[in-house]
């Protein structure tokens, strides 16, 4: 039941509609398959996450309507920064000039660090009270914010973003957060960031952990 219900929220989400209005099976699969990427991405399982986001693009492009594929290339571009991975959003803005929807024009900013205030209203919900800290470079509000946050790629999306600025407990809530879940590729990224800021002694013990989890068996 829980599963089908976070598969509802992101049918939703995608579609930015109410919850009255009927869902196209198009649209349905596009967003399931887009939910099933995540969890493979998130947890590193390759060859799955790939198959599932072709089936959610290809399922997006039975539509003239391209919002649904511009909501995924977006998604897309948030899941490589939520985990260190460098993205400019290239997808997105192929066909950004194509789709008329300032939510999305304002998840971009977002995600491209160039966000501006009256933008703030235009982000899902539980991103604006960290877009507002994060604006007024109020960093350890935004922080407070990010582990309080209850949806996993939210937390993490957000957390990236202010990776520079979290501390030594902070950045290990994010790992314990990350672990709890089995999100490998979380995990690696965190350790790494946390490596950065270790002493010597320390920066070995998790270098010897990267190397236990990419080890191949």
């Known amino acids: ?20 209005k009927p869902q196209n099976d198009w649209q349905y699969k596009s967003a399931y398959n887009f939910t099933r ?22 399922n997006a492009k039975k539509s003239a309507d391209l919002d649904t594929l511009a909501r995924i290339y977006l998604g897309e571009c948030a899941l490589n920064i939520a985990v260190g991975e460098a993205d400019t959003c290239e997808k997105y803005l192929q066909i950004s000039q194509l789709v008329s929807t300032p939510e999305l024009s304002a998840y971009y900013a977002f995600l491209t660090q160039s966000l501006h205030e009256y933008q703030i209203a235009q982000l899902p919900t539980n991103y604006q009270n960290f877009a507002k800290y994060l604006l007024a470079q109020k960093y350890n509000e935004a922080a ?44 690696l990224f965190w350790l790494r960031v946390d490596a950065k800021y270790a002493d010597e002694q320390e920066r070995k013990r998790i270098e010897k952990k990267i190397e236990i989890l990419n080890t191949k068996e």
Do not use: P, W
Request: aromatic share 12%; with cysteine.
């Open 1 to 20: 039941m829980k599963k089908i219900g976070f598969i509802l929220f992101v049918v939703l989400l995608l579609n930015a509609c109410s919850f009255s």
């Open 37 to 58: 990427y995540t969890e493979y991405f998130l947890s590193e399982d390759e060859t799955l996450a790939k198959s599932s986001y072709k089936a959610a693009v290809k």
């Open 144 to 187: 407070d914010d990010v582990l309080k946050m209850d949806k996993s790629t939210a937390k993490l999306l957000s957390a990236s973003l202010i990776k520079e600025h979290l501390n030594a407990l902070q950045r290990e809530s994010i790992i314990e957060f990350a672990s709890y879940n089995g999100y490998k590729k979380a995990v």
